[in-house]
Nanobody, 126 residues
Framework: QVQLVESGGGAVNLGGSLKLSCAPP??????IAWFRHAPGKARQGVAC????????VYTESLKGRFTMSRNDADNTYYLQMANVKDEYSGVYYC?????????????????????WGQGTQVTVSS
């Protein structure tokens, strides 16, 4: 069973930065998408990386605020946030599927992915 483990969440000051990690199990060969779930709001896609070519898709409204990357040595995925704003608070999840999936669709349709991590809480304080 595929399991994802997020880490790196916590408290961050307004304007600060934070880097989240997502560790898929060994042998994972499909993409990873990041989502955030703010209180009282719907789950929102942030970024998605295709496993094969490393192409990254960002939600247009969030482009430039988040940076997704991958360490090819251990297949760990990262989501860097900088100059954080109040609205960044929430639970951040990484997600994937057992078969390759198109990031352009997945980032707007979280229900299309069937493997999710437990989430990591990010709290922005002023």
């Amino acid at each position: 069973q595929v399991q994802l483990v997020e880490s790196g969440g916590g408290a961050v000051n307004l304007g600060g930065s934070l880097k989240l990690s997502c560790a898929p199990p060994e042998g994972h060969h499909t993409g990873i998408a990041w989502f955030r779930h703010a209180p009282g709001k719907a789950r929102q896609g942030v970024a998605c990386m295709d496993y094969a070519d490393g192409e990254i898709v960002y939600t247009e409204s969030l482009k430039g605020r988040f940076t997704m990357s991958r360490n090819d040595a251990d297949n760990t995925y990262y989501l860097q946030m900088a100059n954080v704003k109040d609205e960044y608070s929430g639970v951040y999840y990484c997600a994937t599927d057992r078969v390759p999936f198109p990031c352009q669709i997945a980032i707007n349709s979280p229900q299309s992915l069937d493997v999710w991590g437990q989430g990591t809480q990010v709290t922005v304080s002023s």
